[in-house]
């Protein structure tokens, strides 16, 4: 017995054997693991909030406190962006199914950005705080290369990951060009 998804659709499939009763019972059942499988892979907007709350505690000091997190179907060339002068982050939709220490990473990467608006040293030892930064700045570097994403014009040369706080970015602003860590 399997499900999967096909568009909007759920096909599910079980032995012809089955009974009509035990059918609908095995499709019921089916569908709630499918359904709370799905819940776990896309955290809400709260647990996003949550979660960069507890990264910043945990990496930051509790020194980055942002206003609003949220999930955005939007940046398609990004995985994550913040406002530094509201406090805002947003995460691209495509994080979502990928690993909780990848999620981390970029939310730990926006919270960076609320203290400390450009990608200099000072930037980088920040985001360093968190111990799987390097590993999953690679997985990112992987997701982008096979999907054949676009670099940011106004990324790093080494910055592949497309994780950016946009509009804050001002000219002559120094990117390092190995991530400290």
């Not at 990324?155 to 990951?161: H, I, L, N």
Request: with cysteine.
């Amino acid at each position: 017995m399997s499900a999967y998804r096909d568009g909007d659709k759920v096909v599910v499939m079980v032995p012809s054997r089955l009974s009509k009763a035990e059918e609908e019972q095995w499709i019921a059942t089916i569908l709630e693991r499918l359904e709370e499988r799905e819940r776990r892979r896309r955290p809400t907007d709260a647990h996003l909030q949550s979660r960069a709350r507890e990264l910043s505690r945990r990496y930051l000091d509790g020194r980055a406190d942002p206003v609003s997190v949220r999930w955005v179907a939007n940046q398609r060339a990004r995985w994550g962006s913040c406002t530094p002068d509201d406090g805002t982050i947003r995460l691209s939709t495509r994080l979502r199914g990928m690993p909780g220490w990848v999620v981390d990473y970029v939310l730990v990467h926006e919270l960076a950005h609320l203290l400390v608006p450009g990608h200099g040293a000072d930037f980088w030892e920040l985001v360093a705080n968190y111990p799987k930064a390097d590993r999953a700045r690679g997985y990112l570097e992987g997701v982008a290369a096979a999907a054949h994403l676009p670099l940011e014009a106004d990324a790093p040369e080494d910055d592949v990951t497309g994780i950016h706080h946009g509009d804050h970015l001002h000219p002559g602003d120094e990117f390092p060009h190995e991530a400290a860590g």
